[in-house]
């Protein structure tokens, strides 16, 4: 079981810079591959990022490429999102997941977070 509290959201300007956070509980964190993923409103969850366990493998949705970047640290259980050159159209509310495979689809992750909410203003 995993337990995942996103925090770090917030209302930004475009060209700007915000950093997620995802707090996890439980014993076999290490052992999963974390993902954010994001959902504007009327519009489905959409894959952003994903590491597996060790860190050493990244995906990134083409339309973050080069701006996110996604970490994590084992030791204290925490996976980050940081967000470079944020657009408007990047406003949604943003979830970590948690699986144990590295996958870009939202039903194959078994563990979700509440979500925070992140806008960017034009």
């Known amino acids: 079981q995993v337990q995942l509290v996103e925090s770090g959201g917030g209302l930004v300007q475009a060209g700007g810079s915000l950093r997620l956070s995802c707090a996890a509980s439980?014993?076999?964190?290490?052992?999963?591959?974390m993902g954010w993923f994001r959902q504007a409103p009327g519009k489905e969850r959409e894959f952003v990022a994903a590491i597996i366990w060790s860190g050493g493998i990244t995906n990134y949705a083409d339309s973050v490429k080069g701006r996110f970047t996604i970490s994590r640290d084992n030791a204290i259980n925490m996976v980050y999102l940081q967000m470079n050159s944020l657009k408007p159209e990047d406003t949604a509310v943003y979830y970590c997941?948690?699986?144990?495979?590295?996958?870009?689809?939202?039903?194959?992750?078994?563990?979700w977070g509440q979500g925070t909410q992140v806008t960017v203003s034009s």
């Open positions: 997941a948690a699986n144990r495979v590295l996958s870009t689809r939202p039903q194959q992750y078994e563990y």
């Open positions: 439980g014993r076999t964190f290490s052992s999963y591959t």
